[in-house]
């Protein structure tokens, strides 16, 4: 075998390509417009118990 290097995802990237999957941008965008920044910490907290198994 040869010995190559494989890059991985990071932290920061496999949290954004979650929240994407999880929400369409467009959902972020409306709500954050209809709730203000009350809708950040959900979207957050919705990202983080999608890693809960």
Excluded at 1 to 16: E, P, Y
Excluded at 19 to 47: K, Q
Aim: hydrophobic share 50%.
């Amino acid at each position: 075998m040869s010995d190559t290097k494989r890059n991985t995802i990071g932290k920061f990237g496999l949290l954004s390509l979650t929240f994407a999957a999880v929400y369409s941008f467009n959902n972020v965008i409306n709500n954050n417009i209809e709730l203000g920044l009350a809708s950040a910490p959900m979207f957050f907290l919705a990202t983080i118990f999608y890693f809960i198994p």
